[in-house]
């Protein structure tokens, strides 16, 4: 019998087939989490273990270092094309956060959200993936499956497009950018069960006593290690995760120090082409 991860799989892996149909140049980005590292997985099995077109990073050279080992090692192991981008000039001439005057939210608008369009303009994508989430945060709560962008890569999220019973809007004006959104429909604890149903590698630090984590700490949303900071708790396999969460009232990106920086400051971000 059909179980809910099985339902969660069907409709995202439809999703993804939908995408790859419709879109000629197409992209998935991957920002080696748990929710990216699964939507790879969906892509694995929506074609039969190819993967068909390029994983998209952006590198602001401030990351995790357990995560781009990560990266590098299963880009080998699983043979798929991998497509780095930095923002080198910013990150050269220290104007960041770690090193220079710019508050979080200015070195994330350079590092990632201007990277991430540099790389989709010099690539020419039609469409990328992205792992988000509705339960995840706020803003993401009101976007689509096939959301549009427009030619400066910007979201109007008070102009969406209705997706009523899986009938999804794919045809846009010329120029518009479209992000595909696979796991939308999934939580956190979804994201987990399935992990451990389907033996997912992830990066170690997600568990406690790996790399730089004590034995009762570990990650539990990953991004630039000056402002990602760790959970309490041991848990040493996804199960033990799982059963973290069902006690945990405590917001998954809590951990994420640009976050909390103004009430709106992501919402702006993310209008601005910001996954």
């Known amino acids: ?16 087939r939908e995408a790859f149909k419709k879109f000629e140049k197409l992209g998935m980005l991957w920002s080696i989490g748990k929710d990216s590292s699964v939507m790879l997985w969906l892509v694995r099995k929506a ?24 990266r590098d090692n299963l880009a080998k192991e699983w043979g798929f094309e991998l497509i780095v981008e930095t923002n080198w000039d910013v990150y050269n001439a220290k104007k960041t956060f770690p ?41 993401r709560a009101k976007e689509r499956y096939f959301s549009p962008r427009n030619t400066k890569f910007q979201w109007d999220f008070k102009d969406q497009p209705p997706e009523l019973w899986d009938q999804y809007k794919t045809d ?13 429909h999934w939580t956190e604890l979804n994201i987990w069960e399935y992990i451990e149903r389907e033996k997912i590698p992830v990066v170690p630090v997600y568990f406690s006593g790996q790399g730089k984590c004590p034995p009762d700490e570990r990650y539990r949303s990953l991004g630039c290690e000056p402002c990602t900071s760790r959970v309490k708790g041991e848990a040493k396999n996804a199960s033990e995760i799982l059963v973290q969460l069902k006690q945990s009232n405590i917001a998954e990106r809590s951990t994420r120090a640009q976050d909390q920086e103004a009430e709106d400051a992501f919402e702006q971000l993310r209008a601005q082409g910001y996954m």
């Open 1 to 16: 019998m059909r179980d809910h991860l099985d339902e969660l799989e069907a409709q995202s892996v439809y999703i993804i």
């Open 47 to 70: 074609f039969m273990g190819h993967i068909p077109f390029p994983m998209l990073h952006v590198d602001t050279k401030y990351k995790i270092p357990e995560m781009i080992e990560f």
């Open 99 to 139: 090193e220079g005057n710019a508050t979080r939210i200015e070195c994330c608008s350079a590092l990632k959200k201007d990277a991430l369009q540099s790389l989709i303009s010099k690539n020419d994508f039609d469409a990328v993936f992205a792992g988000i989430r509705r339960d995840e945060e706020g803003t």
């Open 172 to 184: 846009f004006a010329p120029g518009t950018h479209i992000r595909v959104h696979p796991l939308l």
